[in-house]
């Protein structure tokens, strides 16, 4: 049977498609040209690890092009790094005195390919130092002894980091100590558990060293604080013999001496901003006036005045004035002075015929109560400072004495025995509202609010010697004694770092 003319004609076309394209495949089909003009110059030396390699190549039939690229330190590479199908590429991985080879294997899209000739380019010795920049702590911040807190940076280089060191400082830069082992330069961050040392000039430094031993460091922009989580106190103590000045953490833990001078030191106050401690002493008969740094270092007689007292001391919430009480006037009545921290412009600010203690500033700077014996016996009294005037806030026959102002201004805390033996109460800052807090036959005197104004510090004897305890005062039922030691504990101040 005859096959139909139309199929002849089909079978005749695709016969002929087929020829012509096994001709082109295989006959006129050329490979590619030898990749040539290889940047960097064949035996070159450069200095950076920043570069490109590029080459030139083409080939005969206009195909398209692939290259297949190997690159490695022997002098024959067998290492392929990338296909790519332009005439560059940029290495990764690269460092310095070394010499790396490479050559081009070019490839067309019929499988045709020509392997170029094996080039080669060297680096000298690393004389650029790698980046370093460290992120926290950065100055400012408030870290708790013996919590982790995590330190962070940022590096580059171009070869590579070897190693990082980390130190921290806490006399603001004049000595280091490692933290930890040395750190593998790959890492961004570290944890660190802050030390037990406090201070309020903490810096941190990194150092960074690159495999060719160029090192570059960062330090903390500013300095930052490490603090015992809830503050310390601050109080007199004769634990040690003598009474001296004596901090303790908040948690009742880590008491340290701070004056240990052979005289009695007494009523020690924060400064505002936590770095300083004020004090009145008998360490040259008559009571001085003395600052020094919270750890009991630079101790220094702002008084001057041998011959007349200056008593009781307390810091404007500015932090540069102090009031006290003395009787340089007349050598006989306590009036209010003020004088700045280094001792000098001392100034009069009430001259009256009667005494007048215990002296503390107004969170505004406004007003300074204390308690004076202007109506026959101990009263609170608030001495408006812009007015030049007294006015009373309470008006009791009993003694009312050691105000002290909560950290809102809201309210006052102080000590009366108006209901038999001395308690601690708090009222509202005009005087109203005067309110019980302690119930104890024993003596609560001497209140000072935590910084927050969530606790009330005081001292008492109800355990048979003095000791500090802790109330709160919205629910006063369950206070703690906070010292708990065999020596008499008086006189505290809560630091307003916490």
């Not at 070019?106 to 392997?115: I, P, S």
């Not at 280089?157 to 750190?183: F, K, P, Q, R």
């Not at 009991?296 to 307390?314: C, K, L, M, Y």
């Not at 209010?336 to 009256?352: H, P, R, Y």
Request: a negative charge; hydrophobic letters at 30%.
């Amino acid at each position: 049977m005859r096959a139909p003319a139309k199929y002849l004609m089909i079978v005749t076309i695709l016969a002929f498609f087929a020829l012509a394209t096994c001709s082109k495949l295989n006959v006129n089909q050329n490979p590619p040209e030898v990749p040539s003009a290889p940047s960097p110059a064949d035996g070159g030396t450069l200095d950076s690890l920043a570069i490109e390699l590029s080459w030139t190549c083409s080939d005969p039939d206009g195909d398209p092009l692939t290259y297949d690229i190997y690159l490695d330190t022997s002098a024959t590479p067998e290492v392929l790094v990338a296909t790519v199908d332009t005439t560059s590429y940029t290495p990764v991985g690269l460092h310095y005195n070394l010499t790396y080879y490479w050559k081009i294997v070019a490839t067309d899209t019929t499988g045709l390919a020509t392997e170029g000739p094996v080039w080669s380019f060297s680096f000298g010795a690393d004389m650029i130092a790698p980046s370093c920049s460290l992120i926290a702590p950065n100055g400012g911040e408030l870290w708790y002894i013996g919590t982790d807190y995590d330190i962070t940076w940022q590096t580059s280089d171009d070869d590579s980091i070897t190693h990082i060191v980390l130190e921290y400082s806490i006399d603001g830069g004049d000595s280091w100590v490692a933290i930890g082992d040395t750190i593998g330069g790959g890492n961004q961050d570290t944890s660190w558990t802050i030390p037990p040392e406090p201070s309020l000039q903490c810096l941190v430094r990194i150092s960074c060293t690159d495999l060719g031993g160029n090192a570059v460091s960062d330090t903390s922009d500013a300095v930052f604080t490490i603090w015992p989580q809830g503050g310390m106190i601050a109080f007199s103590s004769n634990r040690g013999g003598d009474h001296d000045i004596y901090t303790m953490y908040a948690d009742g833990t880590t008491s340290q001496n701070i004056t240990d001078s052979l005289e009695r030191d007494y009523l020690a106050k924060w400064s505002p901003d936590g770095s300083k401690i004020v004090f009145h002493t008998y360490r040259h008969g008559p009571r001085e006036i003395y600052t020094m740094n919270y750890d009991g270092t630079a101790q220094t007689n702002i008084s001057q005045r041998p011959a007349d007292e200056d008593v009781h001391p307390a810091w404007s919430p500015s932090g540069d004035k102090i009031a006290y009480s003395t009787n340089r006037r007349n050598g006989v009545d306590y009036d209010l002075w003020t004088m700045n921290v280094d001792g000098s412009g001392k100034t009069a600010i009430t001259t009256n015929d009667f005494h007048e203690y215990g002296a503390d500033w107004s969170p505004n700077g406004e007003q300074i109560v204390h308690h004076n014996l202007q109506y026959g016996n101990w009263e609170i009294v608030t001495y408006i400072i812009d007015s030049d005037s007294l006015i009373r806030l309470t008006d009791t026959t009993a003694y009312d004495a050691y105000p002290a102002w909560s950290p809102d201004g809201q309210l006052i805390a102080f000590c009366s025995d108006r209901d038999g033996d001395r308690e601690i109460y708090t009222m509202n800052a005009n005087g109203s509202n005067p309110r019980r807090i302690t119930d104890n036959p024993a003596n609560d005197n001497f209140p000072a609010w935590s910084p927050d104004g969530s606790r009330i510090i005081f001292q008492s004897n109800r355990t048979g010697d003095w000791e500090l305890w802790i109330i709160d005062p919205d629910n006063p039922s369950d206070p703690q004694n906070f010292s708990n030691d065999l020596g008499d504990d008086q006189y505290p101040s809560w630091s307003p770092i916490y």
